[in-house]
């Protein structure tokens, strides 16, 4: 996962406060590497399901997406109309 800019992330946790604290927690119980792998899995996997909902259709997208085995675990969250990572 690439390291943010502090401006980002701060950006990112004052648009979605519950879900920070989550996060915070999640960190703290199963260590930052792990969680915050989960995060990146799930930020690449809706980057990449939206690129084929706009290419294939939002069938073939979601065939993909239930394919997917995500061995870093996936990560989904929204919060204020804002959402982070892919839910399946």
């Known amino acids: 996962m ?3 800019k502090e401006g980002e992330e701060k950006k990112g ?11 915070d927690e999640l960190r703290a119980a199963y260590g930052a590497a792990r969680v915050n792998a989960a995060i990146a899995a799930g930020q690449q996997a809706r ?3 939206l690129a084929r909902v706009a290419s294939d259709g939002p069938t073939l ?4 997406l239930a394919a997917q ?18 839910q399946r």
């Open 2 to 4: 690439t390291k943010k």
């Open 13 to 23: 946790r004052a648009l979605m406060p519950v879900v920070a604290s989550i996060v």
């Open 47 to 49: 980057r990449e399901y």
């Open 61 to 64: 997208a979601n065939r993909w």
């Open 69 to 86: 085995k995500f061995p870093a675990g996936c990560f989904w969250a929204e919060e204020g109309g804002k959402e982070v990572g892919v």
